[in-house]
């Protein structure tokens, strides 16, 4: 119950695991993607479209204009009014969001399954539809101001983070925060908002995700309807974002913020991510992650900080697998009262070269293994999840077959393999450590 | 002898039918249950909750109630807290202990193949935990971090600051999650009080939804519960509430500021709450867009965003806001919602509004029972309310019946703008304290 309070310490999302339903899957004659996931259950379909543009394809000087777009496609298009889409939503009873990542947007409605044509109408008007205004833009970017203002700026942790992500990207647009740095947000205009919509809302730059009680055949007729009609745009191309050079120096952030209770330590190193055809080392990067972080009584982070010597009230290991370009894996230490933070880093550090020459508790490892194959079971509950874990690996340059193939890759995972890719990421030169504290700590 | 009763529930909303077989069941020790049957799954999803949660707490044992639901699963029976986690991972179950003022709840999800190995684990932590010192000690630190996170953070500072204004001496006035000093006093026979005061046979509502029947689930449940003492929940006092009216400003170093407000709400069982829920969905609650959200977001670019929601709490009934913005523009937003409170207060809400609220209200009912889990906290949930099963079919028709006249004869009876009590936490410019 009490590491759900610390979700506020944890810096990417939490493993994945994923289940298999029944799927379809078929491309548009205008190079529109559609996924297809069928879950009878209840008379209830979610309906999602995935742009593979996120704030990492943003030009320099304009962060944060892929999730200011984000906002203005509730405005008005050619055919709705500004929040029509919405309402139409709410009259029907269903519920709708958008979201912005490094590397995808995703708008999505969960309604009854007869309105799937309706939200399907209203989608494709807005991908290519969008009409703004001058008002638009002045009265939204105060919002997105507002939403930096709480999510980041009221949050030192997040500010923390923010610190964390840059250092350890020295190239990649992956240390640009998403929401963008206020700077650069309080100048977006109509001309940054349209050239992005221009540049990458396509039907040959999404993807279709729908999930629910439907059927292949109905979902295609309808999708062929609205949105087949949508002419592809040329002007998209492929993704080819600034990559890391080789990394020659370790970095280190001391945060220091007069809002900071808890002081913390965090560790993050470049990690590869999971490519098409090629996933294996990532999901050897999973199981280190869980062995390592995992929970606190169980894990070795856990067990060495928390239960042994006691010097930590929390340890965490994360890894996002499912990334465009390589990504990261983070360490987090928060210490015990009266405990330095230089003695809880060096403290991980010990752990972890311990780790690194006694190797992985076996029996654990079994245990992880079945938790994986078990989470494949939860996970059927949640179709809505299914749909997200579909349209995030489409537009992070996976392929369904991937998708697919994921839960059986995670299975045969050996013991060797961990070991193997544990040696190569702690890599002091591809690290940062960062230190978040108080305005009066001593860093000695 | 168990007995089994079965009402098949039909939802309705326009062209939406969702067919929700629900079944009683009582166990042949004597608890009952609510169960869906749903085997298309290979797990099953439990809901325990017990009524009387942290509001049990004495008043200098704040926190008692919180800190003993988190060491349930800290050590148990024969298992030491390492050993216990290592069980549960071994059988790939999930146990999920939570706490309110009010309630104490368990969401529990188990795998067909080890249910009842998986169950009886589960067993072991309701009623045998240890509260082995090395676990009382490191669980109180972790609390003892989060309050010291809390106590910066402007949101959770608003909140507490709020309800020790309404509430005062209750227990409701101060978090559940308790304080540092009352943490720290904290002993392991107050944690035992607490598990012996909460955990208690008679006020216990149960769900289960999946791949179970009703006949598997009495004798399950006997082998589960039918340990505990027998006993209802404690009962705390009713709240006779004096919240004053005002503005109070708190002082934290933060660019935007978060503002709580509110006033007296309304009883759950009051004739005139379906009107008013109708109401707080026009005025600040979710779905459709409502009023504060297109003058203070929409048209005015104040916040990212704003909400209101009436709290019916077991003792009390409040109606509750929440805002963040800039500390130059919070003064504005609150304006705009101190005119909107009186607005509705005098005009009342559009023909159009009633029924845009109406038809979201009632095509969103059916779409909340998705998946096993979620069906199971909803129906666990409606027992504790009290709810028959038949509220499942009915409540679609409570809000098609509130008619206009109704809603704005609520509205002046509910909205009181000269009664709003403002906490606003941050640094805020051109407000004035009263």
Avoid at chain 1, 177 to 195: C, F, Q, R, S, V
Avoid at chain 1, 278 to 298: F, K, M, P, W
Avoid at chain 1, 317 to 328: C, I, N, R
Avoid at chain 2, 309 to 336: C, F, H, Y
Wanted: proline share 5%.
């Amino acid at each position: 119950m009490f590491n759900k309070l610390f979700a506020i310490l944890c810096l990417f999302v939490p493993v994945e695991a994923l289940a298999q339903s029944k799927t379809t899957d078929f491309m548009l004659d205008n190079g529109m993607q559609v996924v297809v996931i069928e879950d009878h259950r209840a008379p209830v379909v979610v309906h999602m479209v995935w742009y593979k543009v996120g704030s990492s394809d943003e030009p320099p000087g304009k962060s944060g204009i892929a999730h200011f777009l984000e906002h203005l496609m509730f405005k008005k298009t050619a055919n709705l009014a500004a929040g029509e889409l919405a309402d139409t939503v709410a009259a029907h009873g269903g519920s709708h969001n958008a979201f912005t990542s490094l590397d995808y947007t995703g708008y999505f409605q969960r309604v009854a399954a007869d309105r799937l044509d309706l939200m399907m109408q209203m989608e494709a008007d807005r991908m290519t539809g969008l009409q703004l205004s001058p008002d638009d833009i002045t009265v939204e970017r105060n919002v997105v101001i507002e939403e930096r203002n709480q999510r980041t700026e009221s949050a030192p942790g997040a500010l923390f983070n923010e610190h964390l992500q840059a250092a350890l990207f020295l190239n990649h647009p992956y240390g640009v925060p998403i929401i963008g740095w206020m700077h650069e947000l309080k100048t977006l205009n109509y001309d940054d908002a349209m050239a992005f919509y221009k540049q990458h809302y396509a039907p040959n730059n999404a993807v279709l995700v729908t999930a629910g009680d439907v059927t292949p055949e109905e979902v295609k007729a309808l999708a062929e309807q609205y949105y087949g009609v949508v002419p592809a745009n040329r002007a998209v191309t492929p993704r080819a974002r600034r990559q890391e050079p080789p990394h020659r120096a370790a970095r280190r952030v001391i945060f220091r913020d007069e809002r900071v209770a808890q002081p913390f330590f965090a560790r993050a190193y470049l990690a590869p991510e999971r490519n098409s055809g090629d996933q294996r080392t990532a999901a050897a990067l999973v199981y280190l992650a869980e062995i390592l972080g995992g929970s606190g009584a169980t894990s070795v982070l856990g067990k060495a900080l928390q239960y042994d010597t006691r010097q930590a009230i929390y340890t965490s290991a994360q890894y996002k697998p499912t990334a465009l370009d390589p990504s990261s894996f983070s360490l987090v230490a928060v210490p015990a009262p009266g405990v330095p933070l230089q003695q809880i880093e060096d403290a991980v550090d010990a752990t972890i070269t311990n780790f690194l020459t006694h190797g992985i508790d076996i029996e654990r490892f079994e245990r992880i293994k079945s938790q994986f194959r078990a989470s494949e079971i939860y996970a059927m509950d949640n179709v809505s999840g299914i749909a997200r874990r579909y349209g995030a690996a489409l537009t992070q340059g996976l392929t369904v077959a991937d998708v697919q193939a994921w839960p059986q890759i995670l299975q045969g995972v050996t013991p060797k393999e961990v070991m193997e890719i544990a040696e190569r990421l702690f890599d002091e030169k591809a690290s940062v450590t960062g230190w978040m504290m108080g305005p009066r700590e001593e860093t000695e | 002898m168990m007995r089994i009763f079965i009402l098949g529930a039909l939802l309705w909303a326009g062209a939406v039918q969702a067919d929700v077989s629900v079944k009683t069941v009582t166990s042949p020790g004597g608890l009952s249950a609510w169960v869906l049957e749903e085997p298309a799954i290979p797990f099953t999803a439990l809901n325990i909750m017990f009524s009387g949660g942290a509001a049990l707490d004495p008043p200098d044992k704040r926190g008692a109630a919180y800190m003993m639901t988190g060491l349930l699963d800290e050590g148990a029976g024969d298992l030491d807290s390492q050993a216990f986690a290592s069980a549960r991972e071994a059988l790939s179950a999930s146990f999920s202990f939570d706490v309110s003022d009010d309630t104490l709840s368990i969401s529990v999800r188990v795998l067909t193949e080890n249910r009842a190995e998986a169950l009886a684990l589960l067993k072991t932590a309701l009623i045998k935990p240890r509260f082995d010192t090395d676990a009382v000690e490191r669980v109180r630190q972790q609390v003892l971090s989060i309050l010291a996170t809390n106590a910066q953070d402007p949101t959770d500072t608003a909140q507490r600051v709020w309800v020790a204004q309404a509430f005062g001496d209750h227990a409701y006035g101060a978090s559940y999650q308790g304080t540092e000093s009352s943490i720290t006093a904290l002993t392991r026979a107050d944690l035992l009080a607490a598990h012996q005061n909460l955990l208690v046979r008679d006020a216990v509502s149960i769900s289960a939804v999946g791949d179970i029947t009703a006949e598997e689930l009495g004798p399950i449940l006997d082998d589960l519960l039918g340990d505990l003492p027998a006993g209802s929940a404690l009962e705390t006092p009713l709240l006779e509430l004096d919240i004053p009216a005002g503005l109070t400003v708190v002082d934290i170093p933060t660019p935007q500021s978060v503002a709580i407000f509110g006033h007296k709400g309304i009883d759950r069982t009051d004739p005139d709450f379906f009107a008013a829920f109708t109401l707080n969905t026009i005025l600040g609650g979710n779905g459709i867009e409502s009023r504060l959200t297109a003058e203070v977001r929409e048209k005015r670019g104040l916040t990212y965003g704003i909400s209101t929601v009436l709290l019916t709490k077991d003792r009390a009934n409040v109606m509750l806001g929440q805002v963040a913005s800039a500390n130059d523009r919070i003064g504005a937003a609150i304006e705009v919602i101190r005119d909107e409170w009186s607005k509705l207060a005098r005009d009342g809400v559009t023909a159009e509004e009633l029924q845009a609220a109406q038809t979201y209200l009632t095509g969103a009912y059916p779409l909340r029972f998705d998946g096993n889990s979620q069906i199971a906290r909803i129906l666990v949930g409606m027992q504790r309310q009290g709810l028959g099963l038949d509220y499942i079919n009915t409540r679609n028709a409570k809000i098609n019946a509130v008619t206009l006249s109704e809603i704005n004869r609520v509205a002046a009876r509910l909205l009181q703008p000269e009664a709003l009590n403002f906490v606003v936490v941050g640094q805020p410019t051109g407000l004035k304290e009263d």
